[in-house]
């Protein structure tokens, strides 16, 4: 494979020219936009996109044989999941080999932002586009789950949900650490995919995984419930939902086992009880709150409709699964301060203070700039 920065402009495999950069991402994958220049419309047996996301994988000394057996694992995970509108299409991959030390993937190319970036953005997106587009994750991680072989995402973050660019159209991405379970259930279960490691996003993964005895965690549904509940959050609030002062530190894993988010009446009094009780069935790990948790993503589709017909006005507002003074809070005050850094970084982030702030700032002005006229 070249170089990254000589890949522009060039053709891969006499039928791929390569646009432009779209991005980076984990296990050292670079990511182009690339024109398929032998596409044709009347002849789409094979090559259905004319423009494609091409994955490029390179194996590094750093790469651990399990990283790279979940690798080469993807083209199978995505093969399974063809022509569902709700997940990212693979159109080819190459080489096929498993003794080879790269490999690209031909994708779909999805022509708007991710949800991160959309995030990022706004700020924060309305209930109302927030549910719309959660749905749409919800019933692609429905396609998943709800299969003899049920695939288990485990890397599902903001960043790998892509959106057209109009935003109706949502589109799961990157199956490189997925679980392929046989079988779900107590009695029957058979992991057919490589799980020699912890895979996926430190803020978004299950506390699951952590066991007492050291022993492989069985992977459940749990696992991707548990990522959607912070997606969800991300997308209303515009931040993860607890305090994270390093998003690399293996121990937030165990955060929701230890504590319970900010009542979301007190972010915002529009935010309703059936949201908050969503989120705790998405994310529940303490030991009192893991009976409410989901069995199934037709389960999470159901409460959002109960949702929407509150805002509809055709339902009342349920009552919270737990009450607030229930909980465990991570923060005794919110406004607990850990360092000077954190410190500022909340100033800044607080309207009422720079209001109040620019308001005395502006009467003092005005009230230097009199006197010295008058004296």
């Keep these: 494979m070249k170089k990254r920065e000589n ?18 991402g984990g296990m050292n994958s670079t990511v182009y936009l690339a024109e398929n220049i032998n596409f044709n419309e009347d002849d789409n047996h094979l090559e259905k996109f004319k423009y494609v996301a091409l994955k490029f994988i390179k194996r590094t000394l750093d790469t651990t044989q399990d990283n790279w057996t979940k690798i080469l694992d993807e083209k199978v995970t995505i093969g399974r999941l063809m022509d569902n509108p709700y997940i990212v299409e693979l ?41 719309s587009i959660f749905k749409k994750i919800i019933l692609g991680v429905d396609y998943m789950h709800d299969r003899e072989r049920a695939i288990i995402h485990r890397d599902l973050k903001p960043e790998n949900i892509l959106l057209s660019k109009d935003l109706l159209d949502v589109k ?66 515009g931040e ?38 969503m989120f705790l069935r998405l994310t529940a790990s303490k030991e009192n709150d893991i009976i409410y948790r989901y069995d199934d993503c037709l389960e999470i589709i159901a409460d959002i409709e109960k ?7 055709i339902d009342k507002e349920e009552e919270l699964l737990v009450k607030p003074s229930d909980r465990n809070y991570q923060l005794v005050s919110t406004f607990k301060l850990n360092n000077k850094e954190t410190f500022f970084k909340s100033l800044n982030k607080n309207i009422i203070f720079w209001c109040i702030f620019s308001t005395v700032a502006i009467f003092f002005l005005l009230l230097i700039i009199s006197l010295a006229v008058y004296f």
């Design 7 to 24: 890949l522009i402009n060039t053709i891969y495999l006499n039928k791929y020219k390569i646009l432009r950069l779209l991005g980076t």
């Design 91 to 131: 159109e080819l991959c190459f080489p096929s080999s498993s003794t080879s030390d790269s490999i690209v993937f031909s994708m779909e190319y999805v022509d708007g932002p991710s949800l991160k970036s959309l995030i990022r953005s706004r700020g924060s997106l309305s209930i109302v586009e927030a549910l």
């Design 172 to 237: 799961i991405s990157d199956f490189g650490v997925s679980s392929v379970v046989q079988n779900i259930d107590e009695n029957d279960y058979n992991i057919l995919s490589n799980e020699a490691d912890v895979f996926g996003t430190i803020p978004y993964i299950c506390p699951d995984v952590i066991t007492l005895d050291r022993k492989k965690p069985k992977v459940t549904k749990q696992f991707d419930f548990h990522a959607l509940g912070i997606i969800f959050y991300e997308m209303i609030v």
């Design 240 to 277: 993860k939902p607890l305090e994270i002062e390093n998003e690399m530190d293996p121990t937030v894993i165990t955060y929701f086992k230890e504590y319970d988010i900010t009542p979301l009446k007190k972010i915002n009094p529009r935010f309703l009880n059936q949201i908050e009780n």
């Design 307 to 313: 949702i929407e017909r509150v805002i509809s006005g």
